[in-house]
T-cell receptor, first 114, second 116 residues
Framework: DQQVKQNSPSLSVQEGRISILNCDYTNSMFDYFLWYKKYPAEGPTFLIS?????DKNEDGRFTVFLNKSAKHLSLHIVPSQPGDSAVYFC?????????????FGSGTRLLVRP | GAGVSQTPSNKVTEKGKYVELRCDPI?????LYWYRQSLGQGPEFLIYFQGTGAADDSGLPNDRFFAVRPEGSVSTLKIQRTERGDSAVYLC??????????????FGPGTRLTVL
């Protein structure tokens, strides 16, 4: 059973518009959430994170929202740029003594059309 | 500075053979992780090293998989009697510290293993 789910395998948006990538999780003990971005033939690179004590974290064009009651988080990219085209992975940290053991979703492939 | 490097980038082997995958972490990073990414899935945790010791190997799928980090830097993931189901991208990551608090994990480009 997947503890972290990204139900949209792909998303296509126009350059300049907002991209919204969604992620759901099942384990209420997760205390830290991360988004990673992956280009072909490269490893995932850290993008942005949020602690479970917050509901929003912003870094430039990227904002992550956390809704703990719904066990849902989303990544907003605005404005979207063609260079944002990549696979985005949501990940959760179990916290406590296993905070390193990231649990990843299956990814969403974002295509930003010029 | 140099990131995490992994060799080889691609490995094709036959069912039943033995393979070794190498990871060079970022210099000074004490924590090292191996993940496996199957087609269409996200990375799955395999093992975590803090220094030379495997602090958590709970993600290794079975006893055909083994990993070492003898000097606390380079790590080798070893797979015996490979099976077709072992085909995946094996990712290595390192972080400055390990389990005491969340530390950003920096990933290498991965080794794509294909078992024929």
């Amino acid at each position: 059973d997947q503890q972290v789910k990204q139900n949209s395998p792909s998303l296509s948006v126009q350059e300049g518009r907002i991209s919204i990538l969604n992620c759901d999780y099942t384990n209420s003990m997760f205390d830290y959430f991360l988004w990673y971005k992956k280009y072909p033939a490269e490893g995932p690179t850290f993008l942005i994170s949020i602690s479970s004590i917050k509901d929003k974290n912003e870094d430039g064009r990227f904002t992550v929202f956390l809704n703990k009651s719904a066990k849902h988080l989303s990544l907003h990219i605005v404005p979207s740029q063609p260079g944002d085209s990549a696979v985005y992975f949501c990940a959760a940290s179990p916290g406590m003594d296993s905070s390193y053991k990231l649990i990843f979703g299956s990814g969403t492939r974002l295509l930003v059309r010029p | 500075g140099a990131g995490v490097s992994q060799t080889p980038s691609n490995k094709v082997t036959e069912k039943g053979k033995y393979v070794e995958l190498r990871c060079d972490p970022i210099s000074g990073h004490t924590a090292l992780y191996w993940y496996r990414q199957s087609l269409g899935q996200g990375p799955e945790f395999l093992i975590y090293f803090q220094g030379t010791g495997a602090a958590d190997d709970s993600g290794l799928p079975n006893d055909r998989f083994f990993a070492v980090r003898p000097e606390g830097s380079v790590s080798t993931l070893k797979i015996q009697r490979t099976e077709r189901g072992d085909s995946a991208v094996y990712l290595c990551a390192s972080s400055l510290r390990g389990a005491s608090s969340y530390n950003e994990q920096f990933f290498g480009p991965g080794t794509r293993l294909t078992v024929l």
